[in-house]
């Protein structure tokens, strides 16, 4: 099998075999050495060169050949801030990888690969926020600043591991979901978002269980990012939140498993499949791949 590698945004291979040519011998993993034009480098996170075989950030030294875009269409910034300011003089395509010495390039995952804390519905780090399961009298527990210390190591550690820029964190204010019971969710909030605020991640993932008050509260001190799940509700009332400046971005789950056309239907107005709760937790395809799409 000939293997190739392009970005749409490139509009041309980058690296390829170039069979019609001169065919290079297969290595399983790699499409080959990048064509001619392209000359692509891995760099470390401070934008240092990596010896090879070393993984690193997939980048192509400017200038791109004749034949690759030159820019988004329509939108000459967003090309600049996403492909030409992650490393002076390069090209970022975003994939993370190594070239070995033969020079041949292998590509292994994304660099904007990321980890989401769960500080969420009962999970481990709402366990420490919770008056009613943290009994804890050393200083993870207690006062609120103590209450809220296991979270924000958390998300420092990770950041300092993976980068700001990788690490988002998801939490659930007054979700008594896996028996959490919360009493000073207006106080307790407001202290832990604006501890998480210096460390500029990601972003926050808010699961909203309704109270509007706070999300304004929360919307306000959060300096990145903000993504809302307002759970079961429509879109109508996700969408509602970005329009009225409260999110940035909602998120969407049961919905999501039970149309896997859904951004079509709801682009074409479409009804959408009712979900089957009893096939939620496990089993095997029904109600994991057999939804159906909406008829044409
Ligand atoms: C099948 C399924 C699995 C879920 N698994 C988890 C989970 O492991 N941890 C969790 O905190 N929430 C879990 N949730 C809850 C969702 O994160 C979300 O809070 C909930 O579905 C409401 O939002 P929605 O209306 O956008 O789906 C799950 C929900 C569903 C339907």
């Known amino acids: 099998m000939v293997d190739h590698r392009w970005q749409t945004e490139t509009g041309w291979p980058i690296v390829a075999n170039p069979v019609g040519i001169e065919a290079a011998p297969l290595k399983p993993g790699s499409p080959t050495r990048p064509l001619p034009g392209w000359d692509v480098r891995v760099l470390d996170p401070s934008g240092e060169p990596v010896p090879a075989g070393v993984d690193g950030a997939i980048v192509v030294k400017l200038p791109l050949p004749p034949g690759a875009l030159p820019t988004l269409w329509n939108d000459d910034?967003?090309?600049?801030?996403?492909?030409?300011?992650?490393?002076?003089?390069y090209y970022l395509t975003g994939d993370s990888?190594?070239?070995d010495d033969d020079g041949y390039?292998?590509?292994m995952g994304r660099t904007d690969d990321g980890v989401e804390i769960h500080g969420a519905n009962g999970y481990l780090p709402h366990q420490f926020l919770a008056t009613n399961t943290n009994h804890r009298t050393d200083r993870y527990g207690g006062s609120i600043e103590n209450r809220i210390r296991f979270a924000v190591e958390i998300a420092t550690a990770v950041a300092d591991e993976i980068g700001a820029a990788h690490t988002g964190i998801r939490i659930s204010p007054g979700n008594p979901f896996n028996d959490i019971a919360e009493t000073d969710t207006h106080e307790l909030y407001p202290a832990l978002v604006s501890a998480l605020a210096p460390l500029d991640l990601a972003y926050l993932h808010i699961g909203h269980g309704g109270d509007d008050e706070l999300l304004r509260t929360l919307r306000g001190i959060w300096p990145t990012a903000l993504i809302v799940n307002r759970g079961f509700t429509d879109i109508a009332t996700r969408v509602k939140d970005i329009d009225d400046g409260l999110a940035d971005i909602v998120s969407v789950g049961v919905m999501a498993?039970?149309?896997?056309?859904?951004?079509?239907?709801?682009?074409t107005g479409?009804?959408?499949?009712?979900?089957?709760?009893a096939t939620f937790y496990g089993g095997g395809e029904a109600g994991y791949?057999?939804?159906?799409?909406?008829a044409a």
Do not use: C, K, M, Q
């Not at 479409?270 to 709760?277: G, H, K, T, Y």
């Not at 791949?289 to 909406?294: A, G, K």
């Open 289 to 294: 791949t057999d939804y159906p799409t909406h």
């Open 270 to 277: 479409a009804p959408l499949n009712d979900p089957d709760p």
């Open 77 to 89: 910034d967003g090309f600049v801030a996403s492909y030409l300011s992650a490393f002076d003089g």
């Open 257 to 267: 498993l039970a149309n896997p056309d859904l951004v079509e239907r709801v682009r």
């Open 105 to 107: 390039v292998f590509v």
């Open 97 to 99: 990888g190594h070239i």
